[in-house]
């Protein structure tokens, strides 16, 4: 038996002035009178509905050897065609269109003189019905002479093409095929090896990076993962980073991922900055990258029953995401410590940070973690002013909950079991298999290979509200945790030498500004605090305090000096309406985290230190 014809998707970056590209698909053997063509609604790993289809301009279609004459085109919905009067018997039929692409994110499309990048998702319709078929990518130029120097980096497998040329690819099918993006354009590469698999990352923008202090960073980070799966189930990977002024983001493929950072977030070139793994900015970037790269075997190949089973056309719930990003948002900088990249305490002071974002926010307080992960289309994703007072984010607590439920299987097993053995069996037993995690089979796995009952551990982090409890935890590997009040807007924790008792709380009102505003514009009214119950709301602009003027910098500070218990006089403009509000300062609440590294002297015993230990070891021993 013949092999079956490949479908041939044909992209040319045809107006990079007008942000279009031109796609053609060719289907050469069509079984029917008509086919029906499609575009996801969603892209895996960002949990809420896109709707690409809105960006598709001008879809037409002709069958050649019938002599080209377009064929009748319905619309069934907002992403859905089905192309009629098509004869069987005559050949080749050609489907064209063009994608609008001005979004820069790593979740779509975006092309300009500068680059072209795309998600298969914004690009490529699927043909019903023939989605298991091989596909052919042909990646083409852009027609203008002065962009002759354009290259090409993607991990989609090469069929003809030249390495970063354009030309032919290849893919299994169609989920292979929207599964790797597409970068086009001048880019810089770092190129390295994790256990003989070339590893690269093409850097796209301007900037000034120290290439090779990069490359020494991220190789033993991905060395540290793949040491701790055990194997490494690629035979390449390439890191897709996108360098803008003021960004961040990530998102993850089966063999490659997308990123975007800004310049300030990359090590400076030699001689032009100081010590890059004490910045707080490349530390970020550093776990960024370890976040997706972890993804190579926790979402992309281990994946929640339900993403087996349904597709890309509408919302597909799990209760799962708080394993599935929580556990790869713990070991993203927990990797940076095993790796060497960071010291004890440089890791504590990510993870005060953490700590202290989800302790600042009364959602914790509203919605479970089952419960975040479940709502991710419509509330995680779709967030409003009030999002921290309603929700908790399944990143944040969900990495805490993958940190409580590790130091709880290392102390109770005697080190005997952790949040490592889990994921190493669950990679044997659901990612080199492909069969789905069920609802609650992250649950079931970590009590029955820890011999643990953990049923009341998992109703109290997953399906309770309460305050979680990560003292007990954390003190069974040496470290000491106290909550304190703020000392101002960006304190965000630490770590401390000594954990004596905090200074007196100031003055505050409980709400946030709108980030980079000069004036005073409110964002956030936190729930049950003063300035909620003083009538203030979102989008309130607050011009004075006690008859004074103030901005956005002024306002901290005039809060600070207020007595609490007291009245102070707040105006603001709600629309073009002046409002006077009577708002009592309370002293600000201890929602900030500070941790202290214990030692012998500190009253840590041998065990909690042995722990530690082996808590913050290299997988590779």
């Known amino acids: 038996m013949s092999e079956p014809a490949l479908l041939t998707y044909r992209v040319t970056p045809a107006r990079p002035e007008a942000h279009l590209f031109a796609v053609e698909l060719l289907i050469p053997r069509p079984a029917a009178a008509s086919l029906t063509l499609a575009l996801p609604a969603w892209i895996p790993g960002s949990y809420t509905i896109r709707d690409f289809a809105r960006n598709i301009v001008a879809l037409a279609a002709e069958q050649e050897d019938a002599g080209a004459v377009p064929l009748w085109i319905e619309k069934l919905d907002k992403q859905t065609w089905r192309v009629h009067g098509i004869d069987p018997a005559a050949g080749p039929v050609s489907v064209r269109w063009q994608v609008y692409a001005w979004e820069l994110t790593v979740r779509s499309a975006h092309l300009d003189r500068t680059h072209g990048y795309f998600n298969g998702t914004s690009l490529f319709l699927r043909v019903i019905g023939l989605e298991g078929q091989p596909c052919r990518a042909e990646l083409l130029p852009p027609p203008a002479s002065e962009l002759a120097d354009w290259r090409v980096a993607t991990s989609l497998a090469r069929d003809g093409a030249e390495p970063w040329c354009f030309g032919g690819y290849r893919a299994e099918d169609y989920e292979d095929l929207i599964d790797h993006p597409v970068e086009m354009g001048r880019f810089d590469l770092i190129e390295f090896e994790v256990q003989g698999v070339p590893h690269r990352m093409a850097l796209t923008g301007r900037h000034n990076a120290d290439l090779e202090r990069l490359r020494r960073d991220l190789e033993p980070i991905c060395a540290e993962h793949a040491a701790m799966f055990g194997e490494l189930p690629i035979d390449r990977y390439l890191f897709l980073t996108t360098v803008v002024g003021d960004g961040y983001g990530g998102l993850e493929h089966r063999f490659s991922s997308s990123l975007l950072c800004s310049r300030k977030a990359l090590p400076a070139a030699s001689g032009q900055g100081g010590d890059s793994l ?42 799962l995401l708080w394993a599935f990003e929580g556990i790869t948002s713990y070991y993203d900088d927990l990797a940076l410590v095993r790796s060497g990249r960071i010291d004890a305490k440089g890791y504590l002071e990510l993870l005060a940070e953490t700590m202290t974002r989800v302790q600042r926010n009364p959602g914790r307080l509203c919605q479970t973690l089952a419960e975040s992960s479940f ?20 990143y944040g607590k969900g990495a805490l909950a993958a940190l409580a439920l590790d130091l709880t299987l290392r102390r109770h097993t005697g080190g005997g079991c952790s949040l490592d053995d889990v994921m190493r069996v669950l990679w044997q037993r659901h990612g080199r298999t492909g069969i789905g995690v069920e609802e609650r089979g992250v649950e079931a796995l970590a009590a029955e290979i820890s011999g643990l009952d953990l049923d009341g551990f998992f109703e109290r982090v997953l399906d309770s509200t309460e305050e979680m409890d990560l003292a007990t935890p954390l003190a069974s590997v040496g470290i000491a945790l106290r909550w304190r009040p703020a000392q101002d807007a960006n304190d965000v924790g630490g770590v401390v030498d000594a954990l004596e008792d905090s200074a007196p709380a100031r003055p505050d009102i409980g709400l946030r500004l709108q980030p980079g505003a000069s004036e005073a514009s409110v964002a956030v009214v936190l729930d049950g605090r003063p300035a909620q119950r003083a009538g203030l709301a979102p989008g309130d602009a607050i011009i004075a305090v006690d008859g004074l003027r103030v901005d956005a910098g002024g306002l901290e500070a005039a809060i600070g000096r207020a007595p609490v218990g007291e009245p102070v006089t707040v105006h603001a403009f709600r629309r073009d309406e002046l409002m006077v509000f009577d708002v009592v300062p309370q002293p600000a609440p201890a929602d900030v985290c500070a941790l202290r590294l214990l030692g012998a002297d500190d009253g840590a015993d041998a065990a909690a230190l042995a722990r530690r230990a082996a808590w913050l070891a290299s997988s590779a021993g």
């Open 278 to 319: 004490a910045d707080q900015d490349y530390r970020r970037f550093l776990g960024l990258c370890s976040h997706e790269y972890f993804h190579l075997w926790n979402v992309k190949r281990i994946r929640p029953r339900a993403f087996n089973e349904q597709g890309l056309e509408r919302e597909v719930h799990t209760r």
């Open 375 to 394: 709502d991710a289309w419509t509330k995680f994703y779709k967030q409003d002013e009030n999002a921290p007072n309603a929700i908790v984010s399944y």
